[in-house]
C-alpha cells in the first residue's frame, strides 16, 4: 500500500476503529528513509490535527497530511530493545549505570514537558521506551494510541512508573534510594519539571551514599545492609 504517493506500508503494526500504527519507507528519502506512521479517522482526526500542531520541540516529528479522510502522522524509526528488556527484574547493572540511565530517562522525559500530553504520555508507555546499552541513550517510539483522560501528571507518573524499574530500592540500596522511591509512590509530583527537579536535588546525595558503601570492606559492607533493612523493615511496622 503507498500512501500520497510516498509512503510504502511495509508492515501493519496495531489496527483498532479510527487508529492504525504502521512501519513505512519514504521513497522520497534516499538516507533516513524507514518511519512510523500513526493514522486517525472519524473523531480522532480533529482532536489529533490540534496535538500534532503542537510538536515543533519533538525532534522525531516530520510531519502531518490529510490522506483522504485519514490524518497521518509521520515519525523517525525507533529500534533497539524496550526497557523492560534491559532493566528486567534480575538484571545485573552496577549502581553507577542505574545511576545514568535514571538520568537519562528523566531528561527524556523533561523534553517532553511542552508536548500534548496525548502524545507524550502514549511515548512514555514502556513498550515505546528503548534503551541503548551501551550507549547511553534513551530514545522514544511515536507510538501514539489513543489514550483518554491523559494529563501532565500522568506522564510524571508514567515516568515515575520507568524509573522504578532502573531504581530498585533492593537489599543493598541505600537508605536516600528508598526515600526517592517513596516519594514516587506518593505521586506528589504535578509535572515532570516537577520529577526532575526532585531527582536533581536527591541524585548527588544517592552518588554520595552509594561510594561510601562501595569503600567499606565486604564485612562492614554487609552489616551496614542488614541493619538498613531491619529498620526499614520495623519502621513499617509502625
Given amino acids: 500500500m503507498l500512501i500520497r504517493e510516498r509512503y510504502k506500508v511495509v508492515r501493519v503494526l496495531e489496527a483498532q476503529e479510527c487508529y492504525a500504527f504502521m512501519e513505512a519507507v519514504d521513497i522520497q528519502d534516499r538516507e533516513n528513509n524507514t518511519c512510523l506512521l500513526n493514522v486517525y479517522e472519524g473523531p480522532l482526526l480533529r482532536q489529533y490535527l490540534d496535538c500534532f500542531q503542537q510538536m515543533s520541540d519533538c525532534p522525531?516529528?516530520?510531519?502531518?497530511?490529510?490522506?483522504?479522510?485519514?490524518?497521518?502522522?509521520?515519525?523517525?524509526?525507533?529500534?533497539?530493545?524496550?526497557?523492560?528488556?534491559?532493566?528486567?527484574?534480575?538484571?545485573?547493572?552496577?549502581?553507577?549505570?542505574r545511576l545514568v540511565y535514571t538520568e537519562l530517562l528523566l531528561h527524556k522525559a523533561l523534553s517532553l514537558a511542552n508536548l500534548p500530553p496525548l502524545v507524550s504520555c502514549a511515548a512514555f508507555l514502556s513498550e515505546n521506551v528503548?534503551?541503548?546499552?551501551?550507549?547511553?541513550?534513551?530514545?522514544?517510539?511515536y507510538h501514539v494510541r489513543p489514550m483518554e483522560d491523559m494529563n501532565r501528571r500522568e506522564l510524571a507518573l508514567l515516568a515515575g512508573d520507568q524509573v522504578k524499574k532502573i531504581l530498585?530500592?533492593?537489599?543493598?540500596?541505600?537508605?536516600?534510594?528508598?526515600?526517592?522511591?517513596n516519594r514516587l509512590d506518593e505521586g506528589s509530583c504535578e509535572?515532570?519539571?516537577?520529577?526532575?527537579?526532585?531527582?536533581?536535588?536527591?541524585?548527588?546525595?544517592?552518588?554520595t551514599a552509594y561510594e561510601e558503601r562501595e569503600e567499606r570492606n565486604p564485612v562492614s559492607r554487609t552489616f551496614c545492609d542488614l541493619g538498613r533493612a531491619i529498620r526499614r523493615k520495623a519502621g513499617k511496622r509502625r
Fill in 191 to 207: 509535572s515532570v519539571v516537577q520529577l526532575y527537579s526532585l531527582w536533581h536535588a536527591e541524585r548527588e546525595k544517592l552518588q
Fill in 168 to 181: 530498585l530500592g533492593g537489599f543493598s540500596a541505600p537508605e536516600e534510594e528508598h526515600a526517592f522511591l
Fill in 130 to 141: 528503548f534503551v541503548d546499552l551501551p550507549g547511553d541513550r534513551v530514545r522514544l517510539r
Fill in 60 to 97: 522525531e516529528f516530520q510531519r502531518i497530511f490529510l490522506a483522504g479522510e485519514s490524518l497521518v502522522a509521520v515519525f523517525g524509526e525507533c529500534l533497539g530493545r524496550t526497557i523492560d528488556e534491559v532493566f528486567y527484574l534480575g538484571a545485573e547493572h552496577d549502581w553507577k549505570t
